[in-house]
């Protein structure tokens, strides 16, 4: 099931196997993407805590709490007690978004 977070390695499959799963995972990413599709895909967890630290970082984050708190709840929401994978569908965890996501989650009160 991993193979479904790489859009190449997902074509591959399909050419294999004519998996319709596989197709229909790759129709939804070349049409989220117009066309074009990223390396990995979806990257949703890693997406939401990175572009937290770097509203943070650029000192604008006060002007988006609402989206930051929405943000670090679905963060959240796949915690677990060995961290998190970089999306939300992956069983493998990534300690470059552990630690990320970790920091924020601890500095907006959250339990972790």
Sequence with gaps: RTFLFS???T????????DNNCLKYL?????????????AF?????EHIWIVDRLQRLGISRYFE??????LDYVHRYWTD????????????DIDDTAMAFRLL???GYQV
């Excluded at 129709?27 to 390396?39: D, K, L, M, S, W």
């Excluded at 979806?42 to 890693?46: E, K, M, S």
């Excluded at 609402?66 to 943000?71: A, G, S």
């Excluded at 060995?82 to 965890?93: E, L, T």
């Design 66 to 71: 609402e989206e930051i708190k929405e943000c």
């Design 42 to 46: 979806p990257v949703d967890l890693f």
């Design 27 to 39: 129709r939804n990413a070349v049409e989220r993407f117009n066309g074009g599709v990223p390396g």
């Design 106 to 108: 601890r500095l907006h």
């Design 11 to 18: 074509a591959f499959a399909f050419m294999q196997t004519r």
């Design 7 to 9: 859009p190449s390695s």
């Design 82 to 93: 060995k961290g998190i994978c970089w999306a939300r569908c992956s069983h493998v965890q």
